[in-house]
């Protein structure tokens, strides 16, 4: 095979490794919070620490790879995060779990952030539309079958393998890195905005540290309301310095065009409903209500993934015929339709109840994805795309950390008082946090079991209905929640996306 198409291999190696992990890890939850004894927020931060440094390092590691090199960064990012990943195996408790993922994240970002620089700097012509095409096949591919393989790999070998199977993917594909990637770096380097990077970074964790500790600090502690005014404080000091910048981590001038408004809107908008939103989804289908195993769990994932990776080639033969924001938005409302007919479950709902929402969740998702690429980098100018499209990279990363954190908190918060009010008056009522604590996590079998001598047998049942009815009290919440989220990002595409806003024509830019 042909050098370059060897670079190629080596490139969605990587990203969909990077990409993979987003979802992956999902299913895998349940059994690692058993394992780790970890508290739902705990489990949060196993997404969140991943989604925060990914999205932190996007921008960073492109002015690396300007200055210091491309092939560099990249192969760096495939070292750290393998590394990682083995720490992550290895992990024998969610601390050392969540500082690894934090650290897996980087090295994802330094991938992300030079895979299409490196594509770009190897193919031409109309080789590089067949590159750029089968990157997005890999990235829909690796979003579509992460819980799938996630569940395969937990129940095959345990949560560890989901970590482990990194490992001689990512030497296979350091290797390949090593022997066919070409160096390439700006010739005319601008340097790393190291102030407004710790600013971000900063910003971005006590936001995403607030929304996640608010219930189990207090919405008016002082360590909450302090971090969530500090946050604001940084991310004004953010703005303000990188509109000093020559060369800023972020171009806020990019802020100024309407369209590219719209695409960070629905980036944003459709990571945190859909995407936040299958944490919860995981814990109802397996330990949460329906008990299944983390197979049959990515199985029963396959009819929302599927229509995803099916949608996706059609929205981008679309995208030369009809309008972008119709795609964009037209997606969006699909999925908070999708999302809003998965609402009013009960107790005696089995999971087929999921399977019309999450079909037309999936199309309306795939749907999305092709034309908001087109669009991140379709309204700037050739000189500015690759920072337009880390941009609408971090504003995906952050849709998902954010979601998830602000869903973790009405979840968790829902799921409380409504197992209150079942428990008020018995024996169990004394229990009602260490239940909910457990609930939330998907652990509703384990708390139960811990306690059957002080309840009393005769009132199990009664207890995990409860349980149950609350849980999915709490994510008939989310339900309704996300939908609205979802029809902000489709109204804002219709708004915002404009035709005469793209410099060229979507889909050949």
């Known amino acids: 095979m042909d050098r370059k198409w060897l670079s190629l291999v080596a490139v969605i190696t990587g990203i969909f490794m990077l990409l993979i992990d987003v979802t992956i890890v999902n299913v895998a939850l349940p059994d690692i919070g058993t394992d780790l004894k970890a508290s739902f927020t705990s489990l949060e931060w196993v997404v969140n620490a991943y989604t925060l440094t990914l999205a ?30 083995l720490a992550c195996a290895l992990s024998e408790s969610s601390l050392m779990l969540n500082l690894m993922r934090a ?30 095409g089968i990157i997005g096949a890999t990235t829909g591919a690796a979003v579509a079958i992460g819980p799938l393989v996630g569940g395969l790999l937990t129940d095959a070998f345990g949560w560890e ?7 001689p993917i990512g030497a296979i594909a350091l290797l390949l890195t090593m022997r066919n990637v070409d160096e390439s770096k700006d010739p005319h380097p601008a340097g790393i905005d190291w102030q407004g990077a710790i600013l971000f970074t900063a910003a971005l964790f006590l936001l995403i540290y607030s929304l996640v500790h608010g219930n189990d600090e207090g919405w008016g502690s ?19 310095v990188e509109l000093r910048k020559e ?33 919860f989804l995981t814990f109802y289908i397996q330990g949460g209500v329906l008990g299944y195993t983390p197979l049959e769990a990515g199985l029963r994932f396959l009819p929302i993934t599927g229509m995803m990776l099916l949608a996706g080639p059609i929205a981008g033969r679309l995208t030369t015929k009809v309008q972008v924001r119709y795609l964009l938005s037209g997606g969006l409302l699909g999925v908070a339709v999708g999302i809003f007919l998965l ?26 994805n092709p034309p908001l690429a087109s669009t991140a980098i379709g309204v700037v100018e050739q000189r500015r795309s690759g920072m337009a499209s880390g941009i609408n990279a971090t504003f995906r990363q952050v849709g998902i950390a954010a979601g998830v954190a602000g869903l973790g908190a ?66 008939n919440t989310l339900f309704l929640v996300t939908c609205a989220i979802a029809l902000v990002g489709a109204i804002g595409g219709l708004l915002l996306v404009r035709q005469s806003d793209f410099i060229a024509p979507p889909g050949h830019e």
């Open 103 to 132: 650290v897996q994240g980087i090295g994802g970002g330094m991938m992300f952030s030079t895979s299409l620089a490196i594509v770009g700097q190897t193919f031409h012509g109309h080789e590089r539309g067949t590159a750029f």
């Open 410 to 475: 009405i979840f968790q918060s829902r799921v409380g008082n409504l197992l209150a009010e079942q428990l008020a008056g018995t024996k169990a009522a004394s229990h009602s946090d260490q239940i909910s604590a457990a609930v939330t996590a998907g652990q509703t079998e384990t708390a139960i079991s811990h306690i059957p001598h002080t309840v009393g047998a005769a009132q199990i049942d009664q207890l995990r209905e409860a349980a149950h009815f609350a849980f999915i009290g709490g994510l």
């Open 247 to 279: 060369h800023p981590l972020f171009d806020l001038s990019l802020f100024r065009r309407p369209a590219f408004v719209g695409a960070c809107v629905v980036a944003f908008c459709m990571s945190a409903s859909l995407f936040a939103l299958f944490l």
């Open 161 to 167: 393998a989901i970590f482990f199977v990194n490992v």
């Open 56 to 85: 932190s390092s996007l921008l960073v590691s492109g002015s690396l790879a300007d200055l210091i090199g491309r092939k560099r960064v990249f192969a760096g990012g495939l070292v750290i995060f393998s590394l990682a990943s």
């Open 222 to 240: 002082f360590e909450i309301i302090g971090s969530l005014a500090l946050s604001a404080l940084l991310l004004l000091a953010f703005a303000a």
């Open 343 to 368: 609402h009013g479950i009960d107790v005696n709902s089995g999971w087929t109840a999921l399977i019309v929402g999450f079909v037309v969740a999936g199309i309306g998702s795939g749907f999305v």
